[in-house]
């Protein structure tokens, strides 16, 4: 596995039983594609270290979080020194989306448009406090409109061009 941008998949909280399985905290949309038996994940040390590849034998939910199974890793013994490290991919693995989907670090850095073509700023944040995401735009004048995610207000997005176009409801200024 390359060395480029890795991407997020878990966060390896404990171990779980006496047979070498780790209880993963998911950090991915796709888990059931991240931890299908078989998939090679890169398991990477909380301080600088090398990171090993290693393959998953199998995996389940149980409780939000996934218990999963290492191959070579047979005994708690093998596994305990593994907390608190992470699995990653390498970016080039992402999972390919939907039309009309698209992910937060392809929204970061777009410029947002009113329908007008007036600029109003840049996303430099998602947030996610319910029903819909947000997204921070930074104006301007350094003031940061919080744009709702619905289709009533996002209206065009163009990752390839950076440029995203919305309809300024009333009272979202």
């Known amino acids: 596995m390359s060395e480029g941008r890795l991407l997020n998949v878990g966060k390896i ?10 209880k993963v905290w998911p950090q991915t949309d796709f888990p059931e594609v991240r931890f299908k038996a078989g998939n090679r994940l890169l398991l990477i040390p909380p301080e600088a270290g090398n990171p090993i590849t290693v393959e998953i034998v199998s995996a389940r939910e149980q409780k ?3 218990v999963v199974k290492i191959k070579g890793f047979d005994n708690i013994n093998d596994v305990e020194k593994y907390k608190g490290w992470e699995l990653k991919v390498p970016e080039e693995d992402r999972v390919p989306l939907e039309e009309g989907e698209y992910y937060v670090r392809d929204i970061v850095g777009c410029e947002v448009f009113t329908e007008e073509g007036e600029l109003l700023g840049t996303v430099t944040d998602t947030l996610s406090p319910g029903a819909n995401d947000i997204w921070v735009v930074k104006m301007p004048k350094g003031k940061e409109l919080l744009l709702p995610v619905i289709d009533d207000v996002v209206l065009d997005v163009d990752v390839a061009a950076r440029k995203i176009k919305v309809h300024l409801m009333e009272g979202l200024l």
């Open 64 to 66: 939000k979080m996934y």
């Open 13 to 22: 909280v404990n171990t779980h039983g006496i047979k070498g399985e780790l």
